[in-house]
C-alpha cells in the first residue's frame, strides 16, 4: 500500500510559478510511476504527464514546455514545477502512482488527495 500526500499548490498570478510536491509513504517509491492530472471546474480530469522509474518524462501539449516533472527517491517524493502559469491551469492537481506512466486514470493504483491551484488574470 501507498499513500500520497501533496502540497504547493496556492494562488499566483497569470506567468508565475508554483512547484508542487507529492510525498508517499512505503519503501517502493522508486519502483513506481508517477503521473501527474489536473480538473478544473465542470471539466474532466485530464493527464498532463509524469516521470517513469527511470527518470524519463512525458508532457501533454498544454504543459510543454512550461511545467516540469522531477523526482528524488531518497525522499519518496516526486515534483511538478509549474512555471509561466495561466489562468486555464487553474484547476485540482492530482499525483498517480502506477508501473507504468499511463494516461488515464484506471491504470493508477494509488493518488493523492489533490491540491487546488488558482492562476489569476
Known amino acids: 500500500q501507498v499513500q500520497l500526500v501533496e502540497s504547493g499548490g496556492g494562488l499566483v498570478q497569470a506567468g508565475g510559478s508554483l512547484r508542487l510536491s507529492c510525498t508517499a509513504s512505503?519503501?517502493?517509491?522508486?519502483?513506481?510511476?508517477m503521473g501527474w492530472f489536473r480538473q478544473a471546474p465542470g471539466k474532466e480530469r485530464e493527464f498532463v504527464g509524469g516521470?517513469?522509474?527511470?527518470?524519463?518524462?512525458y508532457y501533454a501539449v498544454p504543459v510543454k514546455d512550461r511545467f516540469t516533472f522531477s523526482r528524488d527517491n531518497a525522499k519518496n517524493t516526486a515534483y511538478l514545477q509549474m512555471n509561466s502559469l495561466r489562468p486555464d491551469d487553474t484547476a485540482v492537481y492530482y499525483c498517480?502512482?502506477?508501473?507504468?506512466?499511463?494516461?488515464?486514470?484506471?491504470?493508477?493504483?494509488?493518488w493523492g488527495q489533490g491540491t487546488q491551484v488558482t492562476v489569476s488574470s
Open positions: 498517480a502512482a502506477s508501473v507504468n506512466l499511463g494516461k488515464t486514470e484506471d491504470g493508477y493504483s494509488y
Open positions: 516521470i517513469r522509474r527511470t527518470g524519463t518524462t
Open positions: 512505503g519503501r517502493t517509491f522508486s519502483t513506481y510511476a
